[in-house]
């Protein structure tokens, strides 16, 4: 049955560093999402991205990330200066359609450890 | 806004046992969906059930069944005969439509559920 993947599992790194998240999404879904979810507690909205462009975006996904496909499978997101407050589990989702019968599904997440 | 509340952290049941795992949301719309996730320890979020708000009946998937009050915002999960493969976290999850035409699903905190052999 065909899986959401990400990469890495878990990422290690300092404060300030840039980090890109993977996401390899269901080869036929056209709609893309970014949740992250700190430890202990609720698993929260970052992003939605379709035709190439971000559809909507929460309060949380500020100047410092960033989303691109760019390669027509890969579905990344950038941080671009990490904070200590970004460490929590990246998941990405995708669907086939949009709103109506449209079913998300997720990826198994990538630890992100900001020191 | 929508919310979603999971009052129970974590809950336990004997193998072959029913559980039932709380969820109560707050919205003003009168159309949507809910969904309870599955997610084991390290691996992804499954969908276990889903429910469409216009529809009265309770949705029911195998061993799993929700209890849908429309009236009183509360969704339940239902597991009946449990089994060791139940145990995982459990999410509650409403959509709601966003104006872009897309969507997200807004989650609650989770209840953990322990399946005691």
């Known amino acids: 049955e065909p899986e959401v993947t990400q990469t890495p599992s878990h990422q290690v790194t300092q404060m300030g560093q840039e980090v890109i998240l993977r996401c390899v999404p269901i080869?036929?879904?056209?709609?893309f999402y970014w949740y992250r979810q700190i430890l202990g507690q609720k698993v929260e909205f970052l992003v939605s991205f379709y035709n190439n462009e971000i559809s909507e975006k929460s309060e949380i996904f500020d100047d410092q990330f960033s989303v691109e496909r760019p390669d027509g499978s890969n579905f990344t997101l950038k941080i671009r200066s990490t904070k200590l407050e970004d460490s929590a589990m990246y998941f990405c989702?995708?669907?086939?359609?949009?709103?109506?019968?449209?079913?998300?599904?997720f990826g198994p997440g990538t630890r992100l450890t900001v020191l | 806004a929508q919310t979603v509340t999971q009052s129970q952290p974590e809950m336990s049941v004997q193998e072959a046992e029913t559980v039932t795992l709380s969820c109560t949301y707050d919205t003003s719309e009168s159309d949507y969906y809910l969904f309870w996730y599955k997610q084991p320890p390290s691996r992804q979020m499954i969908l276990v059930i889903r429910?469409?708000?216009?529809?009265?009946q309770n949705a029911t998937e195998n061993r799993f069944s929700v209890n849908f009050q429309k009236a009183a915002k509360s969704f339940s999960l239902k597991i009946s005969d449990s089994q060791l493969g139940d145990a995982a976290m459990y999410f509650c999850a409403y959509r709601s439509v966003l104006t872009s035409g897309t969507y997200k699903y807004i989650f609650g905190t989770g209840t953990r559920l322990k399946v005691l052999a």
């Open positions: 429910q469409e708000a216009y529809k009265q």
């Open positions: 080869s036929n879904h056209l709609y």
């Open positions: 989702a995708s669907s086939e359609y949009g709103p109506g019968m449209g079913e998300q599904f």
